[in-house]
């Protein structure tokens, strides 16, 4: 089992910042592209971001978009999200996870899953 610890969240006024961490098992970066989701309450979880174990490439929901950057610390197994300029909309539970490779974690298709970090914006 792969293990994910996000870390991170709290409560924030819009627009303001606040970054995520994710905490993943060594070699993980390696054998799996890994990224964020997002589970708000009363809707469906989504993806929000995810990067590439292969050439590092990323991906971005059309709404965190220049808003949200996903990087990785690999020396370090920590992976991040930087998120600016925050709305109440971006109010909810962030998980991190992983998947084979960025194209099918961005379609939703995770391997693993980490406990998520709640995250609160206040208008």
């Known amino acids: 089992e792969v293990q994910l610890q996000a870390s991170g969240g709290g409560f924030v006024q819009a627009g303001g910042s606040r970054r995520l961490s994710c905490a993943a098992a060594?070699?993980?970066?390696?054998?799996?592209?890994i990224g964020w989701f997002r589970q708000a309450p009363g809707k469906e979880r989504e993806g929000v971001s995810c990067?590439?174990?292969?050439?590092?490439?990323?991906v971005y929901q059309d709404s965190v978009k220049g808003r949200f950057t996903i990087s990785r610390a690999s020396a370090e197994n920590t992976m991040y999200l930087q998120m600016n300029s925050l709305k109440p909309e971006d109010t909810a539970v962030y998980y991190c996870?992983?998947?084979?490779?960025?194209?099918?974690?961005?379609?939703?298709?995770?391997?693993?899953w980490g406990k998520g970090t709640q995250v609160t914006v206040s208008s």
């Open positions: 060594p070699g993980i970066f390696d054998d799996y592209a």
């Open positions: 996870a992983v998947g084979a490779n960025r194209q099918s974690l961005s379609r939703g298709s995770v391997e693993f």
């Open positions: 990067i590439s174990n292969s050439d590092g490439t990323t």
